[in-house]
């Protein structure tokens, strides 16, 4: 039981939704569209991926697919190619 407890609480992400802004080869492009995305939602986290060749990021901790459509529609005007991804997202903070 201490085991199953021990793992629960290392444990630090769940199944969840991100809206994926950028998908490209270039890192430089992948850092500026995080930062101008930090400076513009700075409550909302922005995570920079790579999966060969390409770059991803990705905003957003969304429990459920309809919070990202939400936050997806908010965004658009900006981000027109945005759109949802299913991914491991961090679990909230307790108060």
């Known amino acids: 039981m201490n085991r199953h407890i021990a793992l629960g609480n290392a444990r630090q992400s769940m199944a ?9 080869g270039q890192r430089t492009d992948a850092n500026q569209i995080k930062s101008e995305f930090s400076r513009m939602y700075p409550l909302i986290n922005a995570y ?9 990021v990705r905003v957003g901790d969304f429990k459920t697919r ?11 005007p ?3 190619t945005a759109f949802i991804v299913k991914d491991d997202v961090r679990l909230p903070d307790l108060p």
Do not use: C, D, W
């Not at 969840?16 to 802004?21: H, L, M």
């Not at 309809?66 to 658009?76: G, P, S, V, Y």
């Open 16 to 24: 969840g939704y991100r809206v994926q802004i950028f998908f490209g």
């Open 48 to 56: 920079i991926s790579y999966q060969q060749p390409n770059f991803k």
């Open 66 to 76: 309809l919070e990202a459509m939400k936050f997806l529609k908010q965004i658009h």
């Open 78 to 80: 900006l981000y027109t």
